[in-house]
């Protein structure tokens, strides 16, 4: 499309050319006589034309097809740059979604609709104006279309382009992924009129930042998603989420406050770190039972380090090499986010005996030796800080405790007196007291709060299950009208009992989910087993012995600590 002047241009410069081409001289001189005789022959006798233009006449064509595609290539080279965008690379989805608010200021006569990832003051000024929370749609170029668009007064040209036609790049995912995965390739690519790529770099790179800049007070939790074969694996921005304010994670009282502040500390020691020889990171160990916080609060911990969230699946992944690939590759300024270990711990305990090779305990496909490969850290980026979450911290071996490996190790357990309060505090004192006059007449708040810490235990509900009784009680009083706190104490026995089922059909779901999990690890290996002959240890694992995953041991349980930080 942006050639087609060029090319006119080329076929004006071959003008002067014509009286030589009609000269029969001319093609003596290139053919030889008896070249232009034979030729003569063929023109002039049919039955030999005919034939020659069926069977001569395709590869003809192809040949000057051919010569068009090279020489507007030529041109394209001499005049354009181009860059070429693989849709696995992080940078496509600011990229697509820039494109496609161009899309919206130019005369399309089809688009790709899709689902509007873009952060959502992104294009407002073209956007629909919309109250409705439905899905909406935004537009996309059409596969193997070029579209001509003005940014800054410059003209670019985009195209979206298909498998067969996106043949010059590759990226993290490869051709086999996408196989396997069902995934078709595509690419985007981004051209200007220019001889230097270094501009058509930096435009590119502003509507990158311009993308980034929207999600400003947001909170952005990448995931990797997996390829087909061990290590293909790369990051994608799964959610962009509000900031969740450190005010609203209610833990034991100083607690978040000292993680917020071990966390600064680690990140103000960048020079301590690299003048002593150790690997700049930092791994910190949550547990206790489900609904305590954990994950609250280390979504806040990232929000107010002005850092985003990378959050990895152990179950998930293919291979050590796949985990030591993600976290080298983590997004930057990210804190990595380990979940349930414990769980996954469980599955290497239940599945390492049947293998046969104890060395070796698998959490799905990946080893403990790798995963403590992992934490020591020599993978990961300098500044990474890592949070391990687990319900029961006993079913972790004291190897993977060490220091070095976990530096903060804080306990979430169900809700103390200070909890109760907050929480209570958050969820009624502003909305159902200080605003209402109707309120519960002659008690003042401390001795609602006094009451309300005596009725409900200390220590026996997790905040999460508290939140959900607090937050049934405010539709209670939104709908009878009424604010009185005496119906509240009345219902916390039915809490109590409640709480106990919920709880029961949350195990039985937790062990459903853990023997399946444990029986596709053990028929995993049962596979592997039969299709190959010796199973070969990692050189992790072959300097590792383990008889029980509580009681593992390591080699190099000797390395120098971490003590003297
Ligand atoms: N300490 C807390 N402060 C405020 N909200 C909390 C707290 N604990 C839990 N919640 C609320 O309960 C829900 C679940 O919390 P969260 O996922 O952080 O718990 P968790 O400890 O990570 O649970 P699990 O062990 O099951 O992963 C969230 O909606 C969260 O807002």
Redesign the pocket.
Known sequence: MYSDGSLKNLFMGLQPLLPSLLNEAFWDQWMGTKGVAILKLLLSNETLLLSGSVFLGPSFAQYIASVYRSTKNFLNNQLYVSVEIDDMERIHRPIAAFISEQMESVALKMAQGEYDRRPSDFGSHTRLDRSSNNPSIALQPVLDHEHRFVYKGRAFWAIRLSEQQSGNVTSSGTPWSRLFGGLQKSSIRITMRGRDIKVLRGYIQEWIDLYYAKKDNKLVVYKCSHGGRPGECSWEEKATKDI?SFD????KEGQKEDLLQDAKDFLDRHEWYADRGIPYRHGCL?S????????????SLASQLDMQLASISLTGLNSDEEFETMVATAPANTILLL??VDHCLKVIEDTKGKSGTAASPQIGHITLPGLLNVMDGLDMQDGTIFFM???DINILPPVMRRRGRIDKEVI?DY?DGY?IKT?FERFFRQTYFDNNNDTNNDMTWEDICNRVVQAIPEGVF???????FFLNYTFHMDRSKKVRFDDLFGLIDGFKLETQVERQNRERQKQKELAALKKRATKEKKNKKNTTPEPTLSPSASTCTASSTSSYVEDDEDETPLDDK
Request: charged share 20%.
């Open positions: 969740r609203t994670v209610i833990l949550l206790g039972p489900p609904g305590t916080g954990k994950t609250s609060i280390v979504r979940e349930d979450t687990c319900n979430l809700a909890q929480m997790s905040t999460a299950e508290l939140q959900g």
